[in-house]
């Protein structure tokens, strides 16, 4: 599995923007057998907060397409060893089905600080821009909203969509802001989506060969357009996630205001006059 980890600047890309295009993931006849079970037999929930390896058994298409070496590499990157079964759904959008205002976020119900829950949306068949592929706004993970409450939000920049051929995979953090889009084409289009939670603290489970690239500093400080004068706010909470993942807890960047918000007056011991 090791040579399928993630590298450190696909983590900082993870840790910016809250989301990894993958493409070429599950072979294709592997996607048509997953399509199958998706459409047939797997509508719903299974046993939520199961061991993730206990939760689709060898020999059926779902379970095989997880264990592929190059999925389990990117899932142990991110979430680290034994993750837990969350939830699934094989989301479908009908042939000709349209979707109004439809921005969330799936997951507002989350205290944890230094954590957080993947989720893989796996496109089985070809899904062309008129198929109307699950849309994210990167970098919104760290904007924790009341799920519905963003559904006015339109057209926001930065916004990107999947367009892509069968057997693709986008992981991204549960809280991305993210919904469907609109089925212009004949062919119910079905996208898989399943959640895990770590077992463990999420630290260095990726490749930390190029841990000191000095393109990480970049990656961390992408603007994907709808930050605006609040980009130092993200950049922060990048580098708060970044000094977890890569357990560096003196990493600081920008203008160190890391450095100024930890700065604890009380701590000096100095009595309150
Ligand atoms: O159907 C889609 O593309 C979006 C589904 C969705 O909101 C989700 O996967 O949480
Ligand atoms: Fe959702």
Redesign the pocket.
């Known amino acids: 599995m090791n040579e399928h980890l993630i590298s450190s600047k696909q983590m900082a890309q993870f840790v910016a923007s809250g989301y990894l295009r993958l493409d070429e993931m599950v072979p294709k006849e592997l996607c048509d057998a997953c399509l199958v079970e998706m459409r047939d037999h797997h509508f719903g929930y299974l046993n939520v907060g199961a061991s993730f390896e206990d939760t689709w058994p060898k020999g059926t298409a779902l379970g095989d397409a997880f264990r592929l070496p190059q999925v389990q590499g990117f899932i142990h990157s991110l979430v680290g060893p034994d993750p837990l079964y969350d939830h699934h ?1 094989a ?1 479908l ?1 009908k042939g000709g089905q349209t979707r109004g205002p439809d921005m ?1 976020q ?1 997951s507002v119900i989350d205290f944890r600080e230094n954590y957080f829950d993947i ?1 893989l ?1 796996f496109f089985p068949v070809d899904t062309p821009d008129e198929m109307g ?2 849309f994210l706004v990167p970098g919104t993970q760290y904007r924790s909203v009341r799920t519905g409450e963003i559904h006015i939000y339109q057209h926001m920049r930065g916004k990107i969509w999947a367009t892509c051929p069968a057997g693709t995979i986008f992981v991204w953090n549960t809280g991305v802001w ?4 609109s089925n212009h084409t004949e062919q119910d289009r079905y ?1 898989y ?1 399943l959640r895990l939670n770590p077992t463990r603290p999420q630290v260095r489970n990726f490749d930390t060969a190029d841990l000191e690239d000095p393109e990480i500093r970049q990656i961390l400080n992408t603007n994907h357009g709808w930050e605006g004068n609040e980009h130092r706010y993200e950049l922060m909470r990048r580098v708060q996630m970044w000094r977890f993942v890569s357990g560096q807890p003196d990493y600081d960047q920008g203008e160190r205001f890391m450095r100024r918000i930890e700065y604890r007056p009380q701590a000096a011991g100095v009595a309150a006059g």
């Open positions: 759904a989301h959008v969330h799936d989720q949306s592929g699950t993210h919904g469907a889009r996208m989506k």
